[in-house]
Nanobody
Framework: QLQASGGGLVQTGGSLRLSCKVSGINFRLFPVGWYRQAPGRQRDMVATIETDHSRNYTDSVKGRFTISRDNVRRNVYLQMNSLKPEDTAVYYC????????WGRGTQVTVSS
């Protein structure tokens, strides 16, 4: 199971930190990531982190968002700074073992 939290309403330029708790999977062995889906749009990758902690970001969040993982606590985090209205979306965490496991989303709304 994956349980995401930390979303909310924030003004442009503000910050939020998303957390995703992973259970039932050997967390340290698999890559994890954050994805988002805005209304009427497809779900897109935001950031991923591999087991060696190498990271990948979509271009629009580079320099503003940071993904990290804590293998002891079995959490993956997304620190989001300098938020923009276009970051408004439902954010989902995913872990990929032999298949993809998704958490329920958490809503992030950035007001202008």
């Amino acid at each position: 199971q994956l349980q995401a939290s930390g979303g909310g309403l924030v003004q442009t330029g503000g910050s939020l930190r998303l957390s995703c708790k992973v259970s039932g999977i050997n967390f340290r062995l698999f890559p994890v990531g954050w994805y988002r889906q805005a209304p009427g749009r497809q779900r897109d990758m935001v950031a991923t982190i591999e087991t060696d902690h190498s990271r990948n970001y979509t271009d629009s969040v580079k320099g503003r968002f940071t993904i990290s993982r804590d293998n002891v606590r079995r959490n993956v985090y997304l620190q989001m700074n300098s938020l923009k209205p276009e970051d408004t979306a439902v954010y989902y965490c995913k872990i990929t073992s032999h298949k993809d496991y998704w958490g329920r989303g958490t809503q992030v709304t950035v007001s202008s």
